[in-house]
Protein backbone atom coordinates (compact mmCIF):
# COMPACT_ATOMS: atom_id res chain seq x y z
CA UNK A 1 0.00 0.00 0.00
CA UNK A 2 1.28 3.18 -0.88
CA UNK A 3 1.91 5.55 2.06
CA UNK A 4 1.08 8.73 2.82
CA UNK A 5 2.17 11.81 0.77
CA UNK A 6 5.01 14.01 2.40
CA UNK A 7 2.54 16.96 2.51
CA UNK A 8 0.20 15.07 4.80
CA UNK A 9 3.03 13.36 7.40
CA UNK A 10 4.41 16.54 7.90
CA UNK A 11 1.56 17.54 9.01
CA UNK A 12 1.33 15.23 11.61
CA UNK A 13 2.34 16.03 15.36
CA UNK A 14 5.70 14.13 17.23
CA UNK A 15 4.29 10.56 17.67
CA UNK A 16 3.62 9.77 21.12
CA UNK A 17 4.28 6.16 22.25
CA UNK A 18 4.29 6.22 26.18
CA UNK A 19 0.62 7.46 26.83
CA UNK A 20 -1.06 8.22 23.69
CA UNK A 21 -4.80 9.57 23.59
CA UNK A 22 -7.22 6.42 22.62
CA UNK A 23 -10.48 5.93 22.11
CA UNK A 24 -11.23 3.88 24.61
CA UNK A 25 -12.65 0.41 24.91
CA UNK A 26 -16.15 1.72 23.16
CA UNK A 27 -15.71 -0.78 20.21
CA UNK A 28 -14.90 -3.83 22.71
CA UNK A 29 -17.69 -3.67 24.83
CA UNK A 30 -20.30 -3.11 21.73
CA UNK A 31 -19.04 -6.21 19.93
CA UNK A 32 -18.85 -7.91 23.11
CA UNK A 33 -22.32 -7.51 23.99
CA UNK A 34 -23.60 -8.04 20.49
CA UNK A 35 -21.66 -11.24 20.31
CA UNK A 36 -22.78 -12.55 23.39
CA UNK A 37 -26.89 -11.77 22.88
CA UNK A 38 -26.00 -13.16 18.78
CA UNK A 39 -23.97 -16.76 20.52
CA UNK A 40 -27.31 -16.68 22.91
CA UNK A 41 -30.21 -16.55 20.31
CA UNK A 42 -28.17 -19.16 18.39
CA UNK A 43 -28.29 -21.71 21.07
CA UNK A 44 -31.72 -20.64 21.74
CA UNK A 45 -32.59 -20.96 17.65
CA UNK A 46 -30.96 -24.54 17.45
CA UNK A 47 -32.59 -25.90 20.53
CA UNK A 48 -35.82 -24.91 19.30
CA UNK A 49 -35.57 -26.08 14.90
CA UNK A 50 -33.93 -29.66 16.31
CA UNK A 51 -36.53 -30.27 19.74
CA UNK A 52 -39.62 -27.76 19.18
CA UNK A 53 -40.41 -26.84 15.87
CA UNK A 54 -38.05 -29.75 14.40
CA UNK A 55 -38.16 -28.28 11.56
CA UNK A 56 -34.34 -27.97 10.99
CA UNK A 57 -33.41 -26.26 7.70
CA UNK A 58 -31.41 -24.33 5.33
CA UNK A 59 -31.97 -20.92 7.06
CA UNK A 60 -30.17 -22.25 10.05
CA UNK A 61 -27.32 -23.80 8.17
CA UNK A 62 -26.91 -20.30 6.38
CA UNK A 63 -26.78 -18.73 9.61
CA UNK A 64 -24.44 -21.00 11.69
CA UNK A 65 -22.36 -21.01 8.59
CA UNK A 66 -22.43 -17.19 9.28
CA UNK A 67 -21.80 -16.84 13.09
CA UNK A 68 -18.38 -18.21 12.22
CA UNK A 69 -16.82 -15.37 10.43
CA UNK A 70 -19.15 -13.15 12.51
CA UNK A 71 -16.87 -14.35 15.25
CA UNK A 72 -13.75 -14.29 13.63
CA UNK A 73 -14.79 -10.40 13.00
CA UNK A 74 -14.97 -10.14 16.68
CA UNK A 75 -11.56 -11.60 17.25
CA UNK A 76 -9.95 -9.54 14.54
CA UNK A 77 -11.52 -6.53 16.29
CA UNK A 78 -10.10 -7.01 19.98
CA UNK A 79 -6.44 -8.42 18.10
CA UNK A 80 -6.61 -4.77 16.16
CA UNK A 81 -7.12 -2.91 19.30
CA UNK A 82 -5.40 -5.03 21.98
CA UNK A 83 -2.63 -6.07 20.37
CA UNK A 84 -1.65 -3.84 17.22
CA UNK A 85 -2.79 -0.72 18.79
CA UNK A 86 -5.55 0.89 17.15
CA UNK A 87 -8.10 3.20 18.41
CA UNK A 88 -4.59 5.66 18.84
CA UNK A 89 -3.69 8.27 16.19
CA UNK A 90 -1.80 6.54 13.22
CA UNK A 91 1.15 8.86 14.25
CA UNK A 92 1.58 7.42 17.35
CA UNK A 93 1.46 3.88 15.95
CA UNK A 94 5.05 1.92 15.87
CA UNK A 95 6.47 1.46 12.92
CA UNK A 96 6.22 -2.29 12.96
CA UNK A 97 2.95 -2.89 13.84
CA UNK A 98 1.76 -1.35 9.97
CA UNK A 99 2.47 -4.03 8.13
CA UNK A 100 0.37 -6.54 10.44
CA UNK A 101 -2.66 -3.85 10.43
CA UNK A 102 -3.46 -3.53 7.22
CA UNK A 103 -2.96 -7.80 6.71
CA UNK A 104 -5.62 -7.35 9.69
CA UNK A 105 -8.03 -4.70 7.85
CA UNK A 106 -7.82 -6.99 4.81
CA UNK A 107 -9.01 -9.81 6.83
CA UNK A 108 -12.15 -8.10 8.75
CA UNK A 109 -12.74 -6.84 5.07
CA UNK A 110 -12.90 -10.54 4.05
CA UNK A 111 -14.91 -11.72 6.95
CA UNK A 112 -17.66 -8.94 6.74
CA UNK A 113 -18.50 -9.57 3.41
CA UNK A 114 -18.69 -13.45 4.14
CA UNK A 115 -20.39 -13.02 7.23
CA UNK A 116 -23.56 -10.43 5.95
CA UNK A 117 -23.78 -12.57 2.70
CA UNK A 118 -24.41 -15.89 4.85
CA UNK A 119 -27.04 -14.00 6.59
CA UNK A 120 -28.94 -12.51 3.93
CA UNK A 121 -29.07 -15.95 1.79
CA UNK A 122 -30.08 -17.38 5.86
CA UNK A 123 -33.08 -14.58 5.52
CA UNK A 124 -34.16 -15.02 2.16
CA UNK A 125 -34.15 -19.29 3.07
CA UNK A 126 -36.62 -18.19 5.64
CA UNK A 127 -38.82 -16.07 3.62
CA UNK A 128 -38.60 -18.97 0.68
CA UNK A 129 -39.25 -21.30 3.51
CA UNK A 130 -42.49 -19.06 4.67
CA UNK A 131 -43.67 -18.59 0.87
CA UNK A 132 -42.64 -21.62 -0.86
CA UNK A 133 -45.65 -23.56 -0.14
CA UNK A 134 -48.74 -21.64 -1.65
CA UNK A 135 -47.58 -18.48 -3.17
CA UNK A 136 -46.99 -19.42 -6.30
CA UNK A 137 -45.19 -17.02 -9.09
CA UNK A 138 -43.64 -15.19 -5.57
CA UNK A 139 -41.30 -18.27 -5.07
CA UNK A 140 -39.40 -17.40 -8.19
CA UNK A 141 -38.81 -13.86 -7.30
CA UNK A 142 -37.26 -14.86 -3.65
CA UNK A 143 -35.14 -17.43 -5.76
CA UNK A 144 -34.10 -14.85 -8.08
CA UNK A 145 -33.19 -12.38 -5.30
CA UNK A 146 -31.26 -15.46 -3.43
CA UNK A 147 -29.07 -15.53 -6.53
CA UNK A 148 -28.69 -12.31 -6.70
CA UNK A 149 -27.35 -11.85 -3.29
CA UNK A 150 -25.23 -15.01 -3.80
CA UNK A 151 -23.32 -13.33 -6.38
CA UNK A 152 -23.09 -10.16 -5.23
CA UNK A 153 -20.92 -11.91 -1.85
CA UNK A 154 -19.38 -13.95 -4.68
CA UNK A 155 -17.84 -10.64 -6.89
CA UNK A 156 -17.07 -8.61 -3.47
CA UNK A 157 -15.43 -10.74 -1.48
CA UNK A 158 -13.07 -12.13 -4.72
CA UNK A 159 -12.86 -8.09 -5.38
CA UNK A 160 -11.73 -7.44 -2.07
CA UNK A 161 -9.57 -10.25 -1.50
CA UNK A 162 -7.52 -9.29 -4.94
CA UNK A 163 -8.20 -5.47 -5.04
CA UNK A 164 -4.04 -5.48 -5.17
CA UNK A 165 -1.84 -7.03 -7.93
CA UNK A 166 -0.03 -9.10 -6.07
CA UNK A 167 -2.30 -9.53 -2.66
CA UNK A 168 0.85 -9.07 -0.71
CA UNK A 169 0.63 -5.46 -2.22
CA UNK A 170 -2.16 -4.61 0.04
CA UNK A 171 0.29 -4.60 3.38
CA UNK A 172 3.26 -3.94 1.54
CA UNK A 173 4.26 0.07 2.54
CA UNK A 174 5.52 1.89 -0.90
CA UNK A 175 6.31 5.26 -1.55
CA UNK A 176 5.42 4.57 -5.38
CA UNK A 177 1.65 4.35 -6.67
CA UNK A 178 1.08 0.32 -6.51
CA UNK A 179 -1.40 -1.92 -9.11
CA UNK A 180 -4.58 -1.84 -6.45
CA UNK A 181 -8.46 -0.88 -7.15
CA UNK A 182 -9.05 2.92 -5.52
CA UNK A 183 -10.22 1.62 -2.03
CA UNK A 184 -12.41 4.59 -1.35
CA UNK A 185 -14.44 4.38 -4.07
CA UNK A 186 -14.36 0.29 -4.02
CA UNK A 187 -15.37 0.34 -0.28
CA UNK A 188 -18.34 2.72 -0.86
CA UNK A 189 -19.84 0.81 -4.31
CA UNK A 190 -19.25 -2.16 -1.90
CA UNK A 191 -21.66 -0.23 0.86
CA UNK A 192 -24.01 1.05 -1.59
CA UNK A 193 -24.65 -2.19 -2.98
CA UNK A 194 -24.76 -3.70 0.32
CA UNK A 195 -27.77 -1.10 2.14
CA UNK A 196 -29.43 -1.49 -1.50
CA UNK A 197 -29.67 -5.36 -0.95
CA UNK A 198 -30.64 -5.21 2.63
CA UNK A 199 -33.14 -2.95 1.79
CA UNK A 200 -34.61 -5.06 -1.36
CA UNK A 201 -34.40 -7.95 1.74
CA UNK A 202 -36.66 -5.74 4.06
CA UNK A 203 -39.54 -5.12 1.34
CA UNK A 204 -39.19 -8.56 0.34
CA UNK A 205 -41.77 -10.06 2.44
CA UNK A 206 -44.36 -7.02 2.26
CA UNK A 207 -46.51 -8.52 -0.61
CA UNK A 208 -46.97 -11.65 0.68
CA UNK A 209 -47.90 -10.20 4.13
CA UNK A 210 -50.53 -7.97 2.43
CA UNK A 211 -51.86 -10.76 0.91
CA UNK A 212 -52.41 -12.84 4.18
CA UNK A 213 -56.16 -13.62 5.30
CA UNK A 214 -55.06 -12.49 8.92
CA UNK A 215 -56.66 -10.57 11.76
CA UNK A 216 -54.88 -7.07 12.07
CA UNK A 217 -53.24 -7.86 15.38
CA UNK A 218 -51.32 -11.02 13.65
CA UNK A 219 -50.51 -9.12 10.36
CA UNK A 220 -49.05 -6.52 12.52
CA UNK A 221 -47.01 -9.37 14.32
CA UNK A 222 -46.09 -10.89 11.07
CA UNK A 223 -44.60 -7.89 9.44
CA UNK A 224 -42.70 -6.45 12.64
CA UNK A 225 -40.53 -9.57 12.43
CA UNK A 226 -39.88 -8.98 9.14
CA UNK A 227 -39.03 -5.46 10.36
CA UNK A 228 -36.06 -5.60 12.08
CA UNK A 229 -34.52 -5.54 8.63
CA UNK A 230 -34.99 -1.75 9.19
CA UNK A 231 -32.52 -1.10 11.55
CA UNK A 232 -29.76 -3.49 10.03
CA UNK A 233 -30.75 -1.44 6.49
CA UNK A 234 -29.60 1.94 8.74
CA UNK A 235 -26.70 0.32 10.22
CA UNK A 236 -25.45 -0.35 6.55
CA UNK A 237 -26.11 3.15 5.24
CA UNK A 238 -24.34 4.66 8.75
CA UNK A 239 -21.37 1.96 7.93
CA UNK A 240 -21.08 3.31 4.44
CA UNK A 241 -21.54 6.83 5.58
CA UNK A 242 -18.77 6.50 8.05
CA UNK A 243 -16.48 4.16 5.26
CA UNK A 244 -16.48 6.90 3.06
CA UNK A 245 -15.15 9.81 5.29
CA UNK A 246 -12.30 8.04 6.82
CA UNK A 247 -11.12 7.17 3.41
CA UNK A 248 -11.18 10.70 2.69
CA UNK A 249 -9.62 12.08 5.39
CA UNK A 250 -6.92 14.51 4.81
CA UNK A 251 -4.82 13.26 7.45
CA UNK A 252 -5.30 9.89 6.80
CA UNK A 253 -5.39 8.96 10.15
CA UNK A 254 -6.84 5.21 9.63
CA UNK A 255 -6.53 3.63 12.43
CA UNK A 256 -7.87 6.35 15.03
CA UNK A 257 -10.91 6.41 12.44
CA UNK A 258 -11.21 2.58 12.22
CA UNK A 259 -12.84 2.46 15.60
CA UNK A 260 -15.95 3.93 14.75
CA UNK A 261 -16.19 1.78 11.03
CA UNK A 262 -15.89 -1.40 14.07
CA UNK A 263 -18.71 -0.41 15.83
CA UNK A 264 -21.58 0.37 12.75
CA UNK A 265 -20.07 -2.66 11.03
CA UNK A 266 -20.80 -4.87 14.29
CA UNK A 267 -24.29 -3.07 14.47
CA UNK A 268 -25.25 -4.45 11.14
CA UNK A 269 -23.84 -7.89 11.18
CA UNK A 270 -25.01 -8.61 14.38
CA UNK A 271 -28.21 -6.89 14.04
CA UNK A 272 -28.54 -9.10 10.98
CA UNK A 273 -28.22 -12.47 12.49
CA UNK A 274 -30.69 -11.31 15.42
CA UNK A 275 -33.43 -10.11 13.02
CA UNK A 276 -32.58 -13.38 10.94
CA UNK A 277 -33.22 -15.40 14.23
CA UNK A 278 -36.44 -13.92 15.49
CA UNK A 279 -38.84 -15.39 14.12
CA UNK A 280 -36.97 -19.43 14.74
CA UNK A 281 -36.81 -18.48 18.26
CA UNK A 282 -40.27 -17.72 18.87
CA UNK A 283 -42.08 -20.98 19.56
CA UNK A 284 -39.46 -21.10 21.89
CA UNK A 285 -40.51 -18.44 24.36
CA UNK A 286 -43.90 -19.12 23.51
CA UNK A 287 -43.53 -22.36 25.28
CA UNK A 288 -41.26 -21.15 28.39
CA UNK A 289 -42.25 -17.91 28.34
CA UNK A 290 -45.98 -17.68 26.99
CA UNK A 291 -46.72 -14.61 28.87
CA UNK A 292 -44.00 -12.90 27.37
CA UNK A 293 -44.71 -14.24 23.53
CA UNK A 294 -48.62 -15.31 23.70
CA UNK A 295 -50.46 -18.58 23.72
CA UNK A 296 -48.67 -20.82 21.82
CA UNK A 297 -51.96 -22.00 20.06
CA UNK A 298 -52.79 -20.24 16.57
CA UNK A 299 -56.23 -19.29 15.42
CA UNK A 300 -56.62 -18.17 11.52
CA UNK A 301 -59.87 -17.15 11.34
CA UNK A 302 -62.11 -14.75 8.33
CA UNK A 303 -65.16 -13.03 9.11
CA UNK A 304 -67.49 -14.85 7.49
CA UNK A 305 -69.69 -18.00 8.42
CA UNK A 306 -70.17 -20.94 8.22
CA UNK A 307 -66.80 -22.10 9.31
CA UNK A 308 -64.82 -26.18 9.98
CA UNK A 309 -62.18 -26.14 12.59
CA UNK A 310 -59.49 -29.02 12.46
CA UNK A 311 -56.91 -29.48 14.85
CA UNK A 312 -53.20 -31.08 14.10
CA UNK A 313 -51.92 -32.88 17.41
CA UNK A 314 -48.72 -34.69 17.74
CA UNK A 315 -50.72 -38.29 17.44
CA UNK A 316 -51.89 -37.09 14.27
CA UNK A 317 -48.86 -35.23 12.66
CA UNK A 318 -46.98 -38.37 13.41
CA UNK A 319 -49.20 -40.39 11.58
CA UNK A 320 -48.59 -38.73 8.55
CA UNK A 321 -45.99 -39.90 5.94
CA UNK A 322 -45.00 -39.02 2.21
CA UNK A 323 -47.44 -40.72 0.64
CA UNK A 324 -50.72 -39.21 2.40
CA UNK A 325 -48.72 -35.96 2.17
CA UNK A 326 -48.89 -36.41 -1.35
CA UNK A 327 -52.11 -37.47 -1.27
CA UNK A 328 -53.71 -34.94 1.04
CA UNK A 329 -52.88 -31.91 -1.04
CA UNK A 330 -53.67 -33.00 -4.50
CA UNK A 331 -57.38 -33.14 -3.77
CA UNK A 332 -57.76 -29.74 -5.77
CA UNK A 333 -61.38 -31.07 -6.16
CA UNK A 334 -62.14 -31.23 -2.23
CA UNK A 335 -63.61 -28.39 -0.80
CA UNK A 336 -62.17 -25.85 0.48
CA UNK A 337 -61.95 -26.18 4.40
CA UNK A 338 -60.68 -30.28 3.72
CA UNK A 339 -58.23 -28.74 1.37
CA UNK A 340 -57.36 -26.54 4.10
CA UNK A 341 -57.61 -28.82 6.21
CA UNK A 342 -55.01 -31.28 4.43
CA UNK A 343 -52.92 -28.18 4.28
CA UNK A 344 -52.32 -27.68 7.35
CA UNK A 345 -51.71 -31.59 7.91
CA UNK A 346 -49.15 -31.56 5.62
CA UNK A 347 -47.30 -28.81 6.59
CA UNK A 348 -46.86 -30.55 10.41
CA UNK A 349 -45.45 -33.15 8.16
CA UNK A 350 -42.79 -31.14 6.75
CA UNK A 351 -42.02 -28.95 9.70
CA UNK A 352 -42.61 -31.69 12.22
CA UNK A 353 -44.11 -29.05 14.52
CA UNK A 354 -44.95 -30.09 17.83
CA UNK A 355 -46.92 -26.87 18.57
CA UNK A 356 -50.85 -27.71 18.25
CA UNK A 357 -52.07 -25.79 15.14
CA UNK A 358 -56.00 -25.11 15.29
CA UNK A 359 -57.05 -23.51 12.09
CA UNK A 360 -60.43 -22.26 11.40
CA UNK A 361 -61.30 -21.88 7.54
CA UNK A 362 -63.99 -20.51 6.11
CA UNK A 363 -65.66 -22.86 3.29
CA UNK A 364 -66.59 -20.46 1.06
CA UNK A 365 -63.27 -18.89 0.96
CA UNK A 366 -61.00 -20.95 -1.48
CA UNK A 367 -58.13 -22.22 -0.46
CA UNK A 368 -55.65 -20.51 -2.39
CA UNK A 369 -56.61 -17.36 -0.69
CA UNK A 370 -56.38 -18.62 2.68
CA UNK A 371 -52.88 -18.26 5.08
CA UNK A 372 -51.19 -20.73 4.37
CA UNK A 373 -50.30 -22.66 8.01
CA UNK A 374 -47.03 -22.27 7.52
CA UNK A 375 -46.95 -18.46 8.07
CA UNK A 376 -48.12 -18.80 11.87
CA UNK A 377 -45.99 -22.09 12.95
CA UNK A 378 -43.05 -19.59 11.89
CA UNK A 379 -44.40 -16.26 12.59
CA UNK A 380 -46.88 -16.41 15.60
Not at 215 to 240: D, E, M, W, Y
Not at 291 to 303: A, E, K, L, Q, Y
Request: charged share 15%.
Amino acid sequence: MQIPSIAVISAWPAPNYVDPVTRGPVALIVISILLSLVTFLLIVRIYTRLWISKGFGADDVFILLAYIPTTGFAVVSFLAQLRFDWGRHVWDLPFELITPSLQLSLLSQLLFDLATTLTKLSMLSLIYRVVSVNAGPYRHVVTFVITLVSLDGLIFFILVAFQCNPMSAYWTLSVEPQNCFDQPKHLLAAGCINTLTDFLILILPVPYVRSLKLPRRQKITVASLFAGGIFVTLAGAARTTVTFFVFNDPNQDVTWNAIPVFIVSALELYTGIICASLPPVKPFFARYLPRVIGNPTHWISTNSAPASTVAIDATSRKALDKQSFQRITSRESAPAHDQAAAAAAAVCWYERCTLDVTTSIDTHTSAENTVHPTTLLLLD
